[in-house]
């Protein structure tokens, strides 16, 4: 068995097996039978090609011949119907108005057959080199293969209309079955041309034709099995024939081929030329499928609109205007409220609104428009769990979406959702990302013209939405910043008041244990009722001012002798588990807040009790250097390391002692400096620590 009679075989049973499932499917369709008597026209034209190729004398081809170009009369008028049937919702009009090209396609080819058979050829087959069999044509052939090869043209002319009419899934749906048809007719317009050329049939073409079928069938079948039927309806405009560059691109096929095909004699040697036919047939064919994705056109139409196309819009001028007008808003309402009003103004919708995910990134909230109140806004559905499925919804494309394109998802959740589309005035929805999340989403009306948005206009909308959206989150990521320092604050401002209470209950906690040891003694109980009522004293005034708090300490400077003040505050701390050795020395007057340099010795000198052991001794002294009144308190304990000097003394939160917060020293040190002066400290582990306090003495510079 040949491989030319083989392939024609298998042809044959795909294209009957195509058309017995199509009929089957739905028998009561037109365009299901019309499509089903067509698959069975080219399956008998196959197999009767099939035959010729078995076939050794002449009389025998010329005879298969003639019976086979007797099936192929009735293919033009078959297909197409089926090309003004497919696919068409009002197919029964076209077909009307193109009745008599109808019927002249199905009687010409049929009477040049059989009245002026013949001269159909005009001499036997001859053998010509390696191109096989050829049968000379007479006039009605020539005549045949002119009327085939114009039926081919307007059968895939009618196939490009359908198939520029649709778009989204229902041109997924369709468009290899298109592909399919349109490729084996186009096939047909290249053997049909070559036998024009060459006045006679090349009957080794007729492999490249089975050839071309059977992948047609392939593609038939793709389609077949993503739709499973034929019945989509499109309606197509009255002018779409105007527009198709069917009858150009033959045109120019028809100038070229006759120069392609003396090149191909020419360079072919041995090989068959329906080989090297099938060749160029198979590039076109996977040319025409990538140039058919919507991914690449898409692509290239970016690439022709940001390269090749004069702008639209005088981008430099909107970006000012909008850049102009959102900066200086420091909240997000009017941030939102002025997009809105700039989105309105550029492209002309009379509705835009912004809605923000909500902290739980669960729900919408009103975040601004150029129509809607807070109030109404707050009512409407898309604020409620329909909202829901539109923030899924949107957080899968990263591009603005046109509500009115009826594909795919997008068809799905219009149809699930009229009522969030309808109430908040959604044509165009557009996605807000910043960071790695979605923030929001803005949703624009209608143009007052009426007309869709251009590529533009998605372009310019697609970038203002992100430029708001960055907008959105560093006003976000501020007032999250500035709750947290609030929050800081007041933790600061609260470990501040627990420790000032830390060191009065350390103090009456020291007085509470010598109680029972020297109650009798009535000075003792004198100086410890003295340290309770000034305990309480300070509890009550520290708790009246803590609603006058503020960041920064404020003083109430009085003329002090700092040595009394120390050495009053060194003898309301009893009990110190160090000697303290005292060495003041005669200073200057010093103008001082008395409360708040008594919380500084206070907590300089219970730091250097809790960092020595019972029996260290620690050295309080005073002393006047220049225009300064310096107080230094040394003790001989455990030290602190230098990597805990440089990196976290002074610093609030941070201490090397096991019960401590960490907020004395710092506390001290914003004490110091509202005074004017400056904390020095020296320290060595394990052998203790010196911390000097610089204040500037009366009329001293600071």
Known sequence: MSFDFLISLIVTVGCIAIAIFAFLWNRRSFVHGIFAIGMVALGAEAVLNGLCFRASLPSEIVRLQRLRFLTAAFIPGIWLLFSLSFARANYKNYIAKWKWLNIVA??????????????????????????????????????????????????????????????????????????????????????????????????SMEVFNAVALLIANILILFS??????????????????????????????????????????????QQPFWLEALFVFLAFLGLTIVLLSNQLRQQIRRFIHLHLKRPKYDYRQVWTSFTQRLSNLPEIKHVCASISKVVSEIFGTPSVTIWLLDEA????????????????????????DPGCNLIRFMSEHLDPIDFDENIGSIKEFKDSNPDVIREANIRYCVPLFAGQGLLGIMTLDEKLTGDSFSFDDFELLKTISNQAAGTILNIKMYERLRQAKEMEAIQTISSFFVHDLKNLASKLSMTMQNLPVHFENPEFRSDALRAISESVNKINTMCSSLSLLRQSIVLQPVEVDLNELINTTLESLNDCKASVIQEFNPLRSISLDPEQIQKVVTNLVLNANDAIERGGEMHVATRQEERWAILSVRDNGCGMSKEFMENSLFRPFKTTKKQGMGIGLYHSKMIVEAHGGRIEVDSEQNKGTTFRVMLPLKGGSV
């Open 106 to 203: 199905f009687i010409s080819p049929l009477a040049l057959i059989n009245l002026f058979g013949g001269s159909f050829f005009s001499g036997l087959p001859a053998i010509d080199g390696s191109s096989g069999w050829g049968i000379p044509l007479g006039w009605s052939g020539y005549v045949f293969h002119i009327l085939f090869l114009l039926g081919s043209v307007m059968i895939i002319m009618n196939l490009e209309g359908t198939l520029r009419a649709s778009s989204g899934a229902t041109q997924w749906h369709i468009k290899f079955m298109v592909l399919g048809v349109a490729a084996f007719f186009a096939v047909r317009i290249f053997t049909a041309s070559q036998a024009l050329l060459f006045y006679s049939v090349n009957i």
């Open 224 to 269: 077949l099995g993503r739709s499973h039927l034929l019945n989509v309806d499109i309606y197509l405009s009255e002018g779409f024939l105007y527009r198709s560059v069917t009858v150009f691109i033959t045109g120019i096929y028809l100038l070229v081929v006759g120069v392609l095909a003396r090149l191909f004699r020419y360079f072919s040697g």
């Open 361 to 384: 990134m669960e729900r919408l909230t009103f975040g601004g428009s150029n129509v809607f109140a807070a109030q109404t806004a707050k009512g409407l559905k898309i604020a409620g």
